[in-house]
Structure formats: C-alpha cells, structure tokens
C-alpha cells in the first residue's frame, strides 16, 4: 500500500500565498506522477496539476501562472505553490499518485480563500 498525507492547507485572504506538501510513504520504489485535484462544494473533483519524476508538468488552464508544482524525489515528495489566490480556489486539495496500476490519494487539505 502507499500512502499519501497533505498538509499546508489553511485559510488565507484572497491574493495571498499557501504553499501545500503531499509526503507519500508505504510501497513505493517508484513515483512516475505525482499531482493535485482539488474539490469545490460538489461531485466533481478538477484537475489542478501534476509533475513527473523528470520535472515534466501539466497545468489547469485556471491555475497557470499562479500556481507551481515541484517535488523533491528524495523526499517522496510533491508541493503545490499557491499564489495570487482567488475565492474561486476554495476547494479540498488532494493529493494523488499511481502506483503499480493504483491511483492513491490523500486525505485532503482545506483551502479557503476568503476576506
């Protein structure tokens, strides 16, 4: 099994900063993905970001520019720089990575972004 923590989340004014860590522990030898879906009140979860083992990263339309994804393969690691936040950002952030033919996710972090 692997396992997937996020933390970093919190509430914050809009145009302010968060910056969020996913650690990822259990069976893991490797991590070719890693990335972010977030959650608004509803069904549907949205693809935020994600970045490969080499660096390689994919955005949504709605965050480029403002967010970052980087990750620290020593440390199983994946972060998501928060910039220029909007209240449209408000969302449960959840960290997710396949493994072995599984998608895992985390528990997921709260974000609010509200004056």
């Known amino acids: 099994q692997v396992q997937l923590v996020e933390s970093g989340g919190g509430l914050v004014q809009p145009g302010g900063s968060l910056r969020l860590s996913c650690a990822a522990s259990?069976?893991?030898?490797?991590?070719?993905?890693m990335g972010w879906y977030r959650q608004a009140p509803g069904p549907q979860r949205e693809f935020v970001a994600l970045?490969?083992?080499?660096?390689?990263?994919n955005y949504a339309d709605s965050v480029k520019g403002r967010f970052t994804i980087s990750r620290d393969n020593a440390k199983n690691t994946v972060y998501l720089q928060m910039n220029s936040l909007k209240p449209e950002d408000t969302a449960v952030y959840y960290c997710?990575?396949?493994?072995?033919?599984?998608?895992?996710w985390g528990q997921g972090t709260q974000v609010a972004v509200s004056s």
């Open positions: 259990g069976s893991v030898f490797s991590l070719t993905i």
């Open positions: 997710f990575a396949p493994v072995s033919g599984t998608n895992y």
């Open positions: 970045i490969t083992k080499g660096g390689t990263t």
